[in-house]
């Protein structure tokens, strides 16, 4: 071969590397998906052609503009029960299965298969948790993946693209963990409810209580998001509970001090802040529960 095509055949290889590098480098760097706020929902965004996923909507105003962008069905995997009436009012389909903040069980990962099958694989859906972040997202992946609609690498992608934070580890071992059934397993699944109940009160203190001990003042250094997360999501369920409307107004807004605290140390974990200010609003959030209990319960 004459140094004159060699030169030509190292080019072309030269080339073909490159294009290589940039198509690896392009797939492991996916823009992130751009959320919008639309009419009662702050966070609504595209997780595939017919998934959409976001926050818990506000009021009618927003189940309405969920109908007019052609929403059939609407998935809740937040602890708080949909709007069933409202939505099914407006024709559309709805079903709750409620995840939390870690692992996911193998019931709710075939749960969620269910009802993106019942969907429809050409139906627009809405899944949506209560902020729109982690839960909605983890909980597309795992459908998807448990139907067949995308490979674990798609859904593990499209999940991070949407937001789902890193510091919920157990939400990602479930989407990795996830597998896919077969079709006759998935058609032979039980609908999911249209609402379950959230916990009662006295079984919301002991979770309340549970998580506490997770967010053990002597150990800072093992604290989860995750953790504060479900503990905001506890007292924020509490506060809707309908016994606190027979309650002092003082309960109520202890109550909603509580979820704030419990709430910001979410944040700070999962921004990872210093364990100074940790262990100062988990001090804070002591300080409110024993308050409340000695008020209220004691």
């Known amino acids: 071969m004459s140094r004159h095509n060699l030169l030509n055949t190292a080019l072309r290889l030269l080339t073909v590397l490159v294009a290589s590098l940039v198509i690896v480098m392009l797939a492991g760097t996916s823009p992130p998906i751009t959320p919008e706020k639309i009419s009662g929902i702050d966070r609504y965004l595209q997780f595939d052609d017919f998934i959409f996923c976001g926050a818990q909507p506000k009021n009618e105003l927003a189940l309405d503009e969920l109908k007019k962008r052609g929403i059939k069905t609407i998935i809740c995997v937040d602890g708080t029960q949909p709007q069933v009436a409202a939505i099914q009012e407006r024709e559309m389909n709805v079903m709750h299965v409620p995840l939390g903040y870690g692992i996911t069980t193998s019931e709710q990962r075939m749960q969620l298969a269910a009802a993106l099958h019942l969907a429809g694989h050409e139906s627009p859906i809405y899944i949506h948790c209560h902020h729109g972040y982690h839960r909605s997202g983890a909980a597309a ?158």
């Open 141 to 298: 992946a795992i459908a998807s993946i448990a139907t067949g609609r995308l490979t674990h690498q798609q859904a593990l992608d499209r999940m991070k693209r949407s937001g789902t934070s890193p510091a919920y580890h157990g939400l990602w071992k479930s989407v990795r963990d996830t597998k896919r059934l077969e079709l006759h397993v998935i058609e032979a699944l039980k609908p999911p409810p249209t609402a379950l109940p959230a916990m009662g009160m006295v079984a919301s203190m002991l979770k309340a209580e549970e998580l506490m001990d997770q967010l053990d003042p002597a150990k800072p250094e093992k604290w989860e998001a995750q953790d504060a997360a479900q503990l905001a999501d506890v007292f924020r369920q509490l506060r809707q509970n309908a016994m606190i409307e027979s309650s002092p107004a003082s309960f109520a807004s202890q109550m909603t001090h509580t979820f704030e605290l419990a709430n910001a140390l979410e944040t700070r974990l999962a921004s990872k802040n210093k364990h100074d200010d940790l262990m100062a609003i988990r001090n804070r959030l002591a300080m409110s529960c024993q308050a409340c209990h000695a008020s209220h319960r004691n």
